[in-house]
């Protein structure tokens, strides 16, 4: 069964890696979906965030913002290439997510929930107000193309709608990557332990608020490293990428893929950059048939759509147990009778 | 000294319209544990129908305005059953059903009347009232008093009827509230529609004074939910308080800071609070939490 699902994920891998390939003249598609890789990273961190330790930041693209424009700043300004960039703007949000974690992770559920709220606004505000820093509503434009990678004869040029595509890609792998190790360590389980019981888990020795303050810096940390590739994908760091608005869409695309799960981010973002793509045929009333959708998942796919889809399969599961051992289920009961 | 008096004035009729706003919000939070992100677009609803009573049928602000409240409580009742009452513990799901709320209602909004902001002309907004040196529209009083009659009114409601006092029974102990005989149900969609008529009656008084847009209740909705964690998430005066604090601290705020800075004020002040109080100006500690 392992090998099984470790098999999927290398030819879901592989065909990922492929589609730039399979469609050449296609740029318009492989460009949306970069931008959907784009935004799945700040996704998969506020997945980490609420996902596995049950915090839900509604403000969470006030740090990939603060990522975004100190990659921004350091590539246009100080000529740096896109590695360091993205790692300084790692360091720089995780920073920004320590200094706000400290006050507002002491504060409880909805308190907390509506806090982060505000963090949002009041970053979003700097960012569109500080002129000589952040370049105020105009932003800042003119971030440049990382410089083409040479492997041995082969060229991987970023100024392609491909080449950027498998750097996205890449860097989306990477954050699931680390995602996967968190989720599987003695780190990852004491978070869980704090998601579902906050009492419990202190009573166990687990020190809550400093688990907590490490999963919002490293949460931080993710949603940095996706706003550094936004900005070269986008060329621009603008205050609107990163307001109020982006940051309920990256909640909504976490909360509809399936919160917890490692690809219900992924699921989400597609749903959300994509599915209003293709729901251009109904031309005004896209955002109207989308906005129904939301509401039906909500009231009939409470665990997000992978989670339905894991409560539908293990239900089948449950079914097909209970037809092989007749007299465990109520079928097997009534036939007797 | 002027200036501050101006703000003073300005800042009470804003927190006004985010008191009645938050009173809403606070409402079905207390009875429900429903925080609906969708109260804003409610707002907003509640203007343009008050503005389409007003403009093509009867000409008369006070019925437009009884109006919008009485198709807005309709459309509430319509939440409740349809969706809210399915969503009751589980935030993560009543944001998500919020969202789709807000686009379902903005979009559709500017599918009938286009995306720009239309104005709604009543006496009260034209005709101007002198305090000493400063002059203000009829319209501040209006808002001021009319919210401060509806607080009384529902607290007369809530404290001295049956009804009411079903509601805060309901609020404090749902099982209790049920052994005695309350039907839960009919005091949650109650609770509902008394909530978004009194959003529709909030957007119904400032959309004349500023213009009515699709966009009109996206910062109120912050402001309402600051007001309701300021004001200790539940309590009914804490709200109302949280609401009239909000509305004059930013309206102080523009005298200081550049007016742009005035929507973070209110959210560091909020913060800022919270460090002390980390329930809230009236808010207890909740059984079973540190």
Redo the contacts between chains.
Sequence with gaps: MTSLKGLALLAAVIGAACVPVLLPDQPYVVNTLTLTLCTVIPAIGLNLLYGQAGLLSLGHMAFTGIGGYTAALLMKGAGWALPEAMLAAAIVAGFAGFLVGIPCLRLRSHFFVIVTLGVGMIVYTFFNNLDGITGGAQGLPGVPRPRPLTIGDFTIEFRTPRGFYWLALLTTLGTLLVQWLIARSPFGFSLSAIRQDETMAASRGVDVFAHKLAAFVIASAIAGVGGALSVTFLRVAAPTMFDLHASMNIVAIVLVGGPGYLAGPILGGFIFIALPEFLRVAAEFRLIIFGFVLVFIALFANRGLIGLADSLLSKMKRDRVADEQPGASPHAVKSEG | MLAFAEQGMNGLMMGAIYALFALGMVLIYGVMHV?NFSHGVLFMAGAYVCQVIFAQLTGNYFVAILGSMLVLALVGCLLEKG?FQ??RG????????S??????VQ??II?FFGPLALHMRVETVESKIRLGPLSFTAQHFVIIGVTLVAVVALDLFLRHTRLGTALRATSQNLEAARVVGINPDSIFLMTFALATALAALAGALLGPLFLISPAMGDLPL?KG??AI?LGG?GSVPGAIIGGFVIGILEAQATLVL?T??R??V???A??GI??FR???LFGKRER???
């Design positions: 925080l969706i399915h969503l589980s935030l993560s799901m009543q944001i998500v059903a969202m789709g709320l807000i686009m379902i979009n559709g599918y912050l939910l600051t964690v998430m550049p742009d800075y929507d973070a209110v959210f560091a909020l913060i919270l460090l980390p329930y809230g079973g939490e540190p």
